[in-house]
Nanobody
Framework: EGQLVESGGALVQPGGSLRLSCAASGFTFSDWDMSWVRQAPGKGLEYISHISHDGSSTYYADSVKGRFTISRDNAKNTLYLQLNSLKTEDTAMYYC???????????RGQGTQVTVSS
């Protein structure tokens, strides 16, 4: 059915930046829209962003618009999320998911932890 493996999470200070990566295997990556979701401690999954199968269209939640950028490299079967101007409220486990809905996807990675703290 497919596998997704996230990486790149870290502890970063407020205002800092990170780039998350998601390596896909077991399915035709270029056929699928892809998304990022996150889960903060004690909260439910939150949609962040998704990108069309060919990378031509991107969409963002209001909470991250202008600070995060989603991209993909279909030749490398890899999805990315650039996180800039990080805030403490961005602290969460970040997951990539197959499809545009993210939260209801049947294929989601194990997550990578982003902690924003001074």
């Amino acid at each position: 059915e497919g596998q997704l493996v996230e990486s790149g999470g870290a502890l970063v200070q407020p205002g800092g930046s990170l780039r998350l990566s998601c390596a896909a295997s077991g399915f035709t990556f270029s056929d699928w829209d892809m998304s990022w979701v996150r889960q903060a401690p004690g909260k439910g999954l939150e949609y962040i962003s998704h990108i069309s199968h060919d990378g031509s269209s991107t969409y963002y939640a209001d909470s991250v618009k202008g600070r995060f950028t989603i991209s993909r490299d279909n030749a490398k079967n890899t999805l990315y999320l650039q996180l800039n101007s990080l805030k403490t409220e961005d602290t969460a486990m970040y997951y990539c998911a197959r499809g545009s809905t993210g939260i209801t996807s049947s294929v989601r990675g194990q997550g990578t932890q982003v902690t924003v703290s001074s």
